[in-house]
Each structure stands twice: as C-alpha cells, then as structure tokens.
T-cell receptor
C-alpha cells in the first residue's frame, strides 16, 4: 500500500521569504505521479504543481518548485517570495500511473505567511 | 470551462431529513469523485464513478447514496445522517484514459459544508 508522509503539521514564513514543505512517500510502483494541492481558508482545493516520476527534471510553476528525489522517495515543495495569499493548507498526494486509481493524500501542512 | 461547481454551499439538516448534494462539471471528464473532509484533515475518498458507473465504494455507510445521472452530473443523496457526518463534502473530476503517461489530476469543487443536528 502506498503512504504519503508530511512531517510538518504547521509552518510559518515571513512575506517575501522562501519556505520548503517536505513530503516523503512509500511505494513499490515505478511509474506514478506526485502532486501538491493548496487549500486556502476559503476551502477550494487547487493544484499547485505536479511531477511525473519518469521525469528527472524538477517541475516548476512560477514561484513554486519541487525537489523530487526518486531514490529517496522525497518530494518537497519550495515556495519563493512568499505572499500572504500563499497562506493555506498544503497537501502532498500520490497517484499510480494506471487510470482509475485514487489519490493518496498526506496529512497536510498548514502554512502561515506573516507580514 | 475549467470549473467543478457544487450546490448548495451550506446545508443544515436533521437526522431524519433527506437531502441531496449536487456536483457539475463541463470539462468532458469521465471520472467523478466524492470526498469527505473534516477540519484540518486530508480528504477521504468515498466514491468514484468512471463512465457513469460506480467503480469504487470505500465502504461508505448506506445512508450515503451516490448517483451519476449523466457524464456531467454527480449527486450524493443523504438520509438518516448522524452528527458525526458533519463535514465538508468535496466533489472532484478528472480525465480517464488508457494507461499511459496521462496526468489525470483531479479538479476539485468548492465543497458543501454539511451540518447534521
């Protein structure tokens, strides 16, 4: 069974600073996808970034980037130039490549950006 | 249209009531999902529909009854709920395809905040 672990229940960062959220996972699959979802206090869950396991290059979306270490089964999210609007719960999620399989979520990390 | 919409936004019901939650998407997605989410917890999968057929039921109590009348609509019928069923109910949708290198990320709706008295 796949598991996803987010070891940081809560984190804080000053506006304009950089913060890294950690995520590790356990799987015997070789092909899979990893996602970071953001859920602000308004509750709409949105996709921040995704990574295909077969790609060695780390995914980047504007201020958001990941450090994907397949051998170590690690998938951390770096947020640069943090903004107040980044305050949210962040979930790391895993999905095997085959369609129809469900997302496995981590427990989440609450990130607070302070002015 | 890249949205998943859910109605109502809020719902308060008694334990003897019957109500329904509605979810709609027009992205051509053929997989739709119901999740239950408690405060500060990750979503818990309840049901998955693939091509309008129930493909996953995560041992959800029968007081929750899903329905997928067409490829754009997903309903969750509620009857005789318990106070512990109070939660945010999220709907999501995703593409379905052949096995292969498809992203298939799930798009979530804003949720229905359900309170059972």
């Amino acid at each position: 069974a796949q598991t996803v672990t987010q070891s940081q229940p809560e984190m804080s960062v000053q506006e304009a600073e950089t913060v890294t959220l950690s995520c590790t996972y356990d799987t015997s699959e070789n092909n899979y996808y990893l996602f970071w979802y953001k859920q602000p206090p308004s509750r709409q869950m949105i996709l921040v970034i995704r990574q295909e396991a077969y790609k060695q290059q780390n995914a980047t979306e504007n201020r958001f980037s990941v450090n994907f270490q397949k051998a170590a089964k690690s998938f951390s999210l770096k947020i640069s130039d943090s903004q107040l609007g980044d305050t949210a719960m962040y979930f790391c999620a895993f999905r095997p490549q085959e369609y129809g399989n469900k997302l496995v979520f981590g427990a989440g990390t609450i990130l607070r950006v302070k002015s | 249209d890249t949205e998943v919409t859910q109605t109502p936004k809020h719902l308060v019901m008694g334990m003897t009531n019957k109500k329904s939650l509605k979810c709609e998407q027009h992205m051509g997605h053929r997989a739709m999902y119901w999740y239950k989410q408690k405060a500060k917890k990750p979503p818990e999968l309840m049901f998955v529909y693939s091509y309008e057929k129930l493909s996953i039921n995560e041992s959800v109590p029968s007081r929750f009854s899903p329905e997928c009348p067409n490829s754009s609509l997903l309903n969750l019928h509620l009857h005789a709920l318990q106070p512990e069923d109070s939660a945010l109910y999220l709907c999501a949708s995703s593409l379905l395809g052949l096995t292969g290198r498809r992203h298939n990320e799930q798009f979530f709706g804003p949720g229905t905040r359900l309170t059972v008295l």
